[in-house]
């Protein structure tokens, strides 16, 4: 069994890998990479979108605060385990 990845500090940068295929269709937002793929929720969907290569962990968390109306640590901490199942599919890379 492999460890899931943790972001390493509020200041982690996460960076799409450049594989990652991100699809619109009917209203849903689908990613993938290779043979992985996961459908995205509007919050997930806007997180991703979020990842830059230049925006840190910390800079998402406050822009979904600021965007759906909660609190900057638990938009941070949803962030920040979306952005572990990202890791973890290889969509993002540590």
């Known amino acids: 069994m492999t460890d899931r990845f943790v972001p390493p500090s509020l200041e982690w940068i ?7 295929r991100i699809r619109r269709f009917r209203g849903r937002t689908l ?4 043979a ?3 459908e995205l929720d509007e ?3 806007f997180i991703f979108g979020q ?6 962990l910390r800079e998402i968390g406050e822009r979904v605060a600021a965007t759906y109306d909660v ?3 638990e938009a941070t901490t949803d ?3 979306l952005l572990a199942q990202l890791v973890d599919v290889n969509l ?3």
Not at 14 to 20: D, Y
Request: charged content about 25%; overall charge negative; aromatic content about 0%.
């Open 51 to 56: 990842v830059d290569g230049a925006t840190s």
């Open 14 to 20: 996460p960076q799409r890998r450049l594989e990652a």
């Open 36 to 38: 992985e793929a996961m």
């Open 92 to 94: 993002v890379g540590a």
């Open 31 to 34: 990613v993938a990479v290779d």
């Open 43 to 45: 919050v997930a969907a």
């Open 71 to 73: 609190s900057v640590e």
């Open 79 to 81: 962030s920040a385990e």
